[in-house]
């Protein structure tokens, strides 16, 4: 996997005020591409999102489902609480804004933190780096790269089909990151976030040199841990069990060997991974905790 352009981290913003002046400009090119824009609301712990629907299919397949979380009305009503929305098919419409995450949700695992990307996308190492951290990155583009959209768009220059998918993912990018990796992994324990972080940042430190990132490390964030977290909330009545359910020996055993998997894989070596970079998620088996008598 190839880096990407310079990405760096953004102040982390003060405020309900500070994080919307933060997002306005993303907002205004937002709009400028697609004519509608997500909108900001505040409540006692900040500021929420709410994006707009598309019918774009690439739109669909990165926006996650409340589904996915199973049923439950604990579960769902929990979620409100926290400021997540979801339209009639269940697709995840709205989520509380990043710095607000801590205020509504004290026992967060990942924490949030914005990045400005020169380019579509967020520069890989820098991405898997963070999550490495047990932060979740969140990539907004450069003034720089919203006025270069700006002026492409009133030249009329033709846009590829492949640069027109990097440059929409760029905008659907925040509503991805909310609703499938903050969703689902938000409850993970902090401790185990950076037990995992610490033991995989071996891996990347044999390929931190160089224009490589390891496929196999960047999979583990992008569909390994994801993977676990949905197994757990699919069939979770109470969101107060997603921590000790994620603790239980018989699963943590499951998660970590994905961790020696994905090492191995790495370990490997590019000649194999950068050539046969394959989308593959292991299966979790869940076992719930003992009910108390």
């Not at 967020?122 to 780096?129: A, I, S, V």
């Not at 047990?134 to 990539?139: C, D, I, K, T």
Request: net charge positive; hydrophobic share 45%; aromatic share 8%.
């Amino acid at each position: 996997m190839l880096l990407d352009v310079a990405t760096a981290p953004l102040p982390e913003p003060a405020g309900p005020d500070a994080e919307a002046a933060l997002l306005r400009p993303f907002l205004a090119a937002y709009r400028r591409r697609f004519g509608v824009a997500p909108t900001l609301a505040c409540d006692d712990h900040g500021l929420l999102l709410r994006f707009p629907g598309h019918d774009a299919p690439a739109h669909a397949a990165v926006v996650g489902r409340v589904d996915v979380l199973g049923g439950h009305a604990a579960v769902r009503a929990y979620l409100r609480r926290l400021g997540f929305t979801w339209d009639a098919r269940g697709v995840v419409d709205g989520a509380p804004a990043p710095a607000s995450l801590i205020a509504r949700a004290p026992a967060l695992g990942p924490r949030p933190r914005y990045y400005q990307a020169a380019s579509s996308a967020m520069n890989k190492r820098t991405w898997l780096e963070g999550n490495l951290r047990g932060e979740l990155p969140l990539a907004l583009g450069t003034g720089a790269y919203y006025a270069a959209l700006a002026a492409a768009s009133r030249l009329r220059l033709p846009e590829p089909r492949r640069v027109r998918a990097g440059r929409d993912y760029h905008f659907f990018g925040v509503q991805h990151d909310l609703s499938k990796h903050l969703l689902l992994t938000h409850l993970v324990p902090r401790p185990l976030l950076l037990d995992l972080g610490r033991a995989l940042a071996g891996g990347l430190r044999r390929w931190h040199h160089g224009p490589l990132v390891s496929a196999p490390l960047v999979r583990f964030y992008e569909n390994d841990l994801l993977a676990y977290c949905q197994q757990i909330w699919r069939d979770l009545a109470d969101p107060a069990q997603f921590a000790p359910t994620c603790l239980l020996p018989a699963n943590l055993e499951q998660l970590w060997r994905a961790v020696d998997d994905r090492l191995r894989e790495s370990a490997a070596g590019p000649h194999t991974w950068l050539w046969n970079d394959a989308d593959t998620c292991p299966s979790f088996r869940i076992t719930r905790p003992a009910r108390a008598s």
